[in-house]
T-cell receptor
Framework: SQQGEEDPQALSIQEGENATMNCSYK?????LQWYRQNSGRGLVHLIL?????REKHSGRLRVTLDTSKKSSSLLITASRAADTASYFC????????????FGSGTRLQVQP | DAGVTQSPTHLIKTRGQHVTLRCSPI?????VSWYQQVLGQGPQFIFQ???????GRGNFPDRFSARQFPNYSSELNVNALLLGDSALYLC????????????FGPGTRLTVL
């Protein structure tokens, strides 16, 4: 079963604009990760934030985590047409095994 | 270094048949996980293997089985295929089962007719 929901399900913006995607989850976690998927192929790891962290940056990506609300957001600044893809959040439980539980994804379309 | 590789890329089967999917992890990675991604949804965890032993299993029927070989490559087997098994099957490798970052392969697209 899916861990939670991502919001919005689909997002269409113009190149240069910022894109914000939200993710909610249900159980306690060790970490939360964001992945990108192009055209239904393999997943590319973007960024990982641990449960004791509140914010993390990587290039044009900014991730926040609120464990009290069991939610996370991914911000992509100054978007490019190449950012067009599906974005998934995935949580890893606070047990030894890091089997990921994925959300339902946000489809991002960046118009040139 | 080569990434995670999966074969075949695409596969078409009919209901009731059996299928075997293959995965080679990144060199040095000893843990392999399998995920099923139905169109329009996020991946769902099927199995995790480490050192040839099953370390975890998701909520999938016994028609699904897997194994890991001494070279850490892995096979996913699905028996008695159903139409609902049509999906992208993703393999991910990591150093150990508790390693945070998993690296995904390109997937195998299975279509069951």
């Amino acid at each position: 079963s899916q861990q939670g929901e991502e919001d919005p399900q689909a997002l269409s913006i113009q190149e240069g604009e910022n894109a914000t995607m939200n993710c909610s989850y249900k159980t306690s976690i060790n970490n939360l990760q964001w992945y990108r998927q192009n055209s239904g192929r393999g997943l590319v790891h973007l960024i990982l934030i641990r449960s004791n962290e509140r914010e993390k940056h990587s290039g044009r990506l900014r991730v926040t985590l609120d464990t009290s609300k069991k939610s996370s957001s991914l911000l992509i600044t100054a978007s490019r047409a190449a950012d067009t893809a599906s974005y998934f959040c995935a949580t890893a439980p606070d047990t030894g095994r890091r089997a990921l539980t994925f959300g339902s994804g946000t489809r991002l379309q960046v118009q040139p | 270094d080569a990434g995670v590789t999966q074969s075949p890329t695409h596969l078409i089967k009919t209901r009731g048949q059996h299928v075997t999917l293959r995965c080679s992890p990144i060199s040095g990675h000893k843990s392999v996980s399998w995920y099923q991604q139905v169109l329009g949804q996020g991946p769902q965890f099927i199995f995790q293997y480490y050192e040839k032993e099953e370390r975890g299993r998701g909520n999938f029927p016994d028609r699904f089985s897997a194994r890991q070989f001494p070279n850490y490559s892995s096979e996913l087997n699905v028996n008695a295929l159903l139409l609902g098994d049509s999906a992208l099957y993703l393999c991910a490798s990591s150093l150990t089962p508790s390693t945070d970052t998993q690296y995904f392969g390109p997937g195998t697209r299975l279509t069951v007719l």
